[in-house]
C-alpha cells in the first residue's frame, strides 16, 4: 500500500490538471476575501470594511472554501480518469495488480492533495485576507481566534470533496463527463433541486452534496449558513452529519464504480 | 518471494484458459507451458487472442476459465510483482506531460525499487539522453523502449512482450533480439508475442502457434518447422530424368522443379546419400531445407496442414 501511495504521489505531481487546481487556488480563495471584505460593512454602506461579527469573521478566515469545493472533487477527478484517458491504467495494474490497494493509494493521495489545495487557500487568507482586513482597522486576532471553529471543518471538507470527486472519477470514468457532474451537479443542478424542492414541497435537501459540504464546513460555506431564500431559514444538518453524508458521496459511488468499472477487464 | 537466483527461470503455465467476450471466443482452452532459459514466441494472426491471453496472465483480463500461472502462482498473488515479472504490453501507456524518467520514478515507487534504478534501467534501453523530455514528444520506437525499461525497473525473472518490434527501427529490433537472447541466456523466462515472423525465426528456441484462440503447435521451432511438412531434400543433376527413376523405384515423394532440380519430401541425407551413391549418379548440389516458420505459420493458421504436428497439453 505504501509503494502504491508513493508511486501515486509521483502521478499527481506529474500532472498539469492538479497544478492548475493549484494555481487557482490562491487567486479564487482572495477573491472571495474581496467579496467578503466587500460586503462587511453592510448595504449602502462602506466598499471594504473590516469583518465584525462572528460569521464574517469565519467567512474571511475559511474564504477558501469557495475554491475547494471545486477544485477538490475536480482533483478527485483527474486523479483516476486521468489513468483511462491515457491508458496509464494497464502500467498502474501490472505494477500494483490487486486493485483495491490502488484505489486505496489513489484515496489516500486525493485526501493529502486536497488538504495541501486547503492549506494554499490559508496562505492567501494569511497573506492577503487578513493583512488587507488589519489595514481597514480590523483586529486581526479577532479572526485568528477562530482557527480551531474553521480549519477543521474546511480541511475535512477538503478531504471529502476530493473523495466525491474520486468517487465519481471512478464511476464515471470519462473524464469531461465526470468533471461536468461533479461541478455542474452540485453547483447548478443541486441548486435547481434545493430551489424547487423549497418552493414545492417546503422541504430542505440539505443532504446533496454541497448542503452537506457546507454543514460540515460551518459558517464558511457559501449561500446556505445565513438563511436563505424565500424567507425561511434553509435547515443544514449538523456538521457531523453533514461529514456523515459527505463520506457516503463520496464512499457510495467509489464502491459502485470500483465494481462496475475499476474491476473491469483492461483489454 | 523476492528476487534472486532461486527465483530466476519460473515457468510460466496455462492451464485450460478461455476467455469469452459476450458470444466472441477470443481464447479458448489454451494450455501450454514456456519454460525458463528460453525465448518462446507466441505467433498468431490479428486477432487470435495472444494479447487477451497476456492479459489473462497479468490479472489485466478475467479469465472465463483455467487458470495462467507464473511458478506457480497467479499474478497478483506477487507481493511485489514487479520483481517477478516484466511486461511490455501497450507503447501507448504513458502520460504525454510525464518525462521518462518521472515515469520510471513511478514505476520503481510503486514496486518498492530505488529511484536510482530509473536512471539504470534508462541507460540500459538507450534512452539515457531523453530522460527529461516529456514521454509526449517520443517516437514510437523511443515509447517501446520506454516500456521495455518500465518492465525491466524490477530486475524480473519473467519477460513477457507483446508485440514488442512495433514502431523500431532495425537496430532497436538487433538489440532487442540480442537482449531477449541475454535474458533468457540468463535462465530468466521470455515470453514474446509477434506477428513478425521472420524476425521472430532469429530470436526464438520455442513456439507456440494459436489461431482464433486456439492451440495449433508447441515446441521448439526445429520441431515445429520439421513437424508440418517435414524435411526437403532439393539436388540438382544433369541426370534428373534417371534420379527420377530411382527415386521411384525407391518409393521417396519426389517432386520436379525443373529440367535439373528435384525436391524430395520427407527423407534425410543419410537415406537419400546412399541411395544416389549406389546408383552412381552426378550431383551438382544436394541440400536440406526444413519448412521456414512464415510457411508453417500460414498453413496452420489457415487450418491447413496440421499433419503431425497435435496441439500439446
Same mark, same amino acid.
Given at each position: 500500500?505504501?509503494?502504491?501511495?508513493?508511486?501515486?504521489?509521483?502521478?499527481?505531481?506529474?500532472?498539469?490538471?492538479?497544478?492548475?487546481?493549484?494555481?487557482?487556488?490562491?487567486?479564487?480563495?482572495?477573491?472571495?476575501?474581496?467579496?467578503?471584505?466587500?460586503?462587511?460593512?453592510?448595504?449602502?454602506?462602506?466598499?471594504?470594511?473590516?469583518?465584525?461579527?462572528?460569521?464574517?469573521?469565519?467567512?474571511?478566515?475559511?474564504?477558501?472554501?469557495?475554491?475547494?469545493?471545486?477544485?477538490?472533487?475536480?482533483?478527485?477527478?483527474?486523479?483516476?480518469?486521468?489513468?483511462?484517458?491515457?491508458?496509464?491504467?494497464?502500467?498502474?495494474?501490472?505494477?500494483?495488480?490487486?486493485?483495491?490497494?490502488?484505489?486505496?493509494?489513489?484515496?489516500?493521495?486525493?485526501?493529502?492533495?486536497?488538504?495541501?489545495?486547503?492549506?494554499?487557500?490559508?496562505?492567501?487568507?494569511?497573506?492577503?485576507?487578513?493583512?488587507?482586513?488589519?489595514?481597514?482597522?480590523?483586529?486581526?486576532?479577532?479572526?485568528?481566534?477562530?482557527?480551531?471553529?474553521?480549519?477543521?471543518?474546511?480541511?475535512?471538507?477538503?478531504?471529502?470533496?476530493?473523495?466525491?470527486?474520486?468517487?465519481?472519477?471512478?464511476?464515471?470514468?470519462?473524464?469531461?463527463?465526470?468533471?461536468?457532474?461533479?461541478?455542474?451537479?452540485?453547483?447548478?443542478?443541486?441548486?435547481?433541486?434545493?430551489?424547487?424542492?423549497?418552493?414545492?414541497?417546503?422541504?430542505?435537501?440539505?443532504?446533496?452534496?454541497?448542503?452537506?459540504?457546507?454543514?460540515?464546513?460551518?459558517?464558511?460555506?457559501?449561500?446556505?449558513?445565513?438563511?436563505?431564500?424565500?424567507?425561511?431559514?434553509?435547515?443544514?444538518?449538523?456538521?457531523?452529519?453533514?461529514?456523515?453524508?459527505?463520506?457516503?458521496?463520496?464512499?457510495?459511488?467509489?464502491?459502485?464504480?470500483?465494481?462496475?468499472?475499476?474491476?473491469?477487464?483492461?483489454? | 518471494m523476492?528476487a534472486?537466483?532461486?527465483t530466476?527461470?519460473l515457468?510460466?503455465?496455462?492451464?485450460?484458459?478461455?476467455?469469452?467476450?459476450?458470444?466472441?471466443?477470443?481464447?479458448?482452452?489454451?494450455?501450454?507451458?514456456?519454460?525458463?532459459?528460453?525465448?518462446?514466441?507466441?505467433?498468431?494472426?490479428?486477432?487470435?487472442?495472444?494479447?487477451?491471453?497476456?492479459?489473462?496472465?497479468?490479472?489485466?483480463?478475467?479469465?472465463?476459465?483455467?487458470?495462467?500461472?507464473i511458478g506457480?502462482?497467479?499474478?497478483?498473488?506477487f507481493?511485489n510483482p514487479s520483481k517477478i515479472v @516484466?511486461?511490455?504490453? +501497450?507503447? *501507448? &501507456?504513458?502520460?504525454?506531460?510525464?518525462?521518462? =524518467?518521472?515515469?520510471?520514478?513511478? %514505476?520503481? /515507487?510503486?514496486?518498492?525499487?530505488?529511484?536510482?534504478?530509473?536512471?539504470?534501467?534508462?541507460?540500459?534501453?538507450?534512452?539515457?539522453?531523453?530522460?527529461?523530455?516529456?514521454?509526449?514528444?517520443?517516437?514510437?520506437?523511443?515509447?517501446?523502449?520506454?516500456?521495455?525499461?518500465?518492465?525491466?525497473?524490477g530486475?524480473p525473472d519473467v519477460?513477457?512482450?507483446?508485440?514488442?518490434?512495433?514502431?523500431?527501427?532495425?537496430?532497436?529490433?538487433?538489440?532487442?533480439?540480442?537482449?531477449?537472447?541475454?535474458?533468457?541466456?540468463?535462465?530468466?523466462?521470455?515470453?514474446?508475442?509477434?506477428?513478425?515472423?521472420?524476425?521472430?525465426?532469429?530470436?526464438?528456441?520455442?513456439?507456440?502457434?494459436?489461431?482464433?484462440?486456439?492451440?495449433?503447435?508447441? @515446441?521448439?521451432?526445429? +520441431?515445429? *518447422? &520439421?513437424?508440418?511438412?517435414?524435411?526437403?531434400? =532439393?539436388?540438382?543433376?544433369?541426370? %534428373?530424368? /534417371?534420379?527420377?527413376?530411382?527415386?521411384?523405384?525407391?518409393?521417396?515423394?519426389?517432386?520436379?522443379?525443373?529440367?535439373?532440380?528435384?525436391?524430395?519430401?520427407?527423407?534425410?541425407?543419410?537415406?537419400?546419400?546412399?541411395?544416389?551413391?549406389?546408383?552412381?549418379?552426378?550431383?551438382?548440389?544436394?541440400?536440406?531445407?526444413?519448412?521456414?516458420?512464415?510457411?508453417?505459420?500460414?498453413?496452420?493458421?489457415?487450418?491447413?496442414?496440421?499433419?503431425?504436428?497435435?496441439?500439446?497439453?
Amino acid at each position: 500500500m505504501i509503494n502504491a501511495f508513493r508511486a501515486e504521489l509521483i502521478k499527481m505531481r506529474s500532472m498539469p490538471g492538479v497544478w492548475v487546481t493549484f494555481a487557482l487556488a490562491f487567486p479564487l480563495a482572495v477573491l472571495i476575501c474581496v467579496a467578503v471584505l466587500a460586503g462587511a460593512g453592510g448595504f449602502p454602506g462602506h466598499t471594504f470594511y473590516f469583518v465584525q461579527t462572528l460569521r464574517q469573521r469565519r467567512m474571511l478566515l475559511g474564504a477558501g472554501y469557495f475554491a475547494i469545493e471545486i477544485l477538490a472533487p475536480i482533483m478527485g477527478v483527474l486523479c483516476v480518469t486521468g489513468e483511462y484517458r491515457h491508458k496509464t491504467i494497464t502500467t498502474t495494474l501490472v505494477l500494483t495488480p490487486v486493485r483495491t490497494r490502488v484505489l486505496g493509494a489513489k484515496v489516500a493521495v486525493v485526501a493529502l492533495w486536497s488538504i495541501l489545495i486547503a492549506l494554499l487557500t490559508l496562505v492567501a487568507v494569511a497573506t492577503v485576507g487578513l493583512p488587507w482586513n488589519a489595514a481597514l482597522g480590523g483586529v486581526t486576532s479577532t479572526v485568528t481566534d477562530q482557527v480551531g471553529a474553521v480549519v477543521p471543518g474546511l480541511l475535512a471538507s477538503a478531504v471529502l470533496l476530493g473523495l466525491f470527486g474520486l468517487g465519481f472519477g471512478t464511476l464515471v470514468k470519462n473524464q469531461v463527463a465526470a468533471i461536468l457532474i461533479v461541478i455542474g451537479g452540485t453547483l447548478i443542478l443541486e441548486s435547481i433541486l434545493i430551489a424547487l424542492a423549497r418552493a414545492i414541497f417546503h422541504y430542505d435537501l440539505n443532504w446533496l452534496p454541497n448542503a452537506a459540504g457546507a454543514a460540515l464546513a460551518g459558517d464558511i460555506a457559501r449561500g446556505f449558513g445565513g438563511g436563505g431564500g424565500g424567507g425561511r431559514t434553509f435547515h443544514l444538518l449538523t456538521w457531523w452529519q453533514g461529514g456523515l453524508v459527505m463520506l457516503l458521496w463520496g464512499l457510495v459511488p467509489l464502491t459502485i464504480g470500483y465494481f462496475t468499472t475499476f474491476r473491469r477487464d483492461v483489454t | 518471494m523476492t528476487a534472486g537466483a532461486a527465483t530466476r527461470g519460473l515457468p510460466v503455465e496455462f492451464s485450460g484458459l478461455s476467455k469469452n467476450f459476450g458470444t466472441v471466443v477470443a481464447v479458448d482452452n489454451l494450455s501450454f507451458t514456456v519454460q525458463p532459459g528460453r525465448v518462446t514466441g507466441f505467433l498468431g494472426p490479428n486477432g487470435s487472442g495472444k494479447t487477451t491471453t497476456l492479459r489473462m496472465l497479468l490479472d489485466l483480463v478475467h479469465p472465463s476459465a483455467g487458470t495462467a500461472t507464473i511458478g506457480g502462482r497467479r499474478y497478483h498473488d506477487f507481493e511485489n510483482p514487479s520483481k517477478i515479472v @516484466g511486461a511490455v504490453l +501497450e507503447a *501507448t &501507456s504513458f502520460h504525454p506531460a510525464r518525462r521518462a =524518467r518521472t515515469h520510471l520514478r513511478m %514505476a520503481a /515507487r510503486a514496486g518498492g525499487h530505488d529511484d536510482k534504478r530509473a536512471d539504470e534501467v534508462l541507460e540500459l534501453v538507450g534512452l539515457t539522453a531523453d530522460a527529461r523530455r516529456k514521454v509526449g514528444g517520443f517516437s514510437m520506437g523511443m515509447r517501446q523502449r520506454l516500456e521495455l525499461a518500465t518492465a525491466l525497473i524490477g530486475d524480473p525473472d519473467v519477460l513477457i512482450l507483446d508485440e514488442p518490434s512495433n514502431g523500431l527501427d532495425p537496430q532497436g529490433i538487433a538489440w532487442l533480439r540480442d537482449f531477449m537472447r541475454f535474458f533468457a541466456g540468463e535462465g530468466r523466462t521470455v515470453l514474446v508475442s509477434s506477428h513478425l515472423l521472420s524476425e521472430m525465426a532469429q530470436t526464438i528456441d520455442d513456439a507456440v502457434i494459436v489461431s482464433f484462440g486456439q492451440l495449433k503447435a508447441q @515446441g521448439t521451432l526445429e +520441431e515445429i *518447422t &520439421s513437424g508440418v511438412t517435414g524435411l526437403v531434400m =532439393r539436388a540438382r543433376s544433369p541426370e %534428373a530424368d /534417371r534420379l527420377c527413376a530411382v527415386l521411384t523405384e525407391a518409393h521417396v515423394a519426389f517432386r520436379r522443379l525443373g529440367h535439373d532440380e528435384v525436391a524430395m519430401d520427407a527423407v534425410r541425407p543419410e537415406q537419400i546419400g546412399p541411395l544416389l551413391a549406389a546408383n552412381q549418379i552426378v550431383l551438382y548440389e544436394l541440400t536440406q531445407e526444413g519448412a521456414d516458420l512464415e510457411s508453417v505459420f500460414l498453413s496452420l493458421t489457415a487450418g491447413l496442414g496440421f499433419g503431425q504436428l497435435a496441439p500439446r497439453p
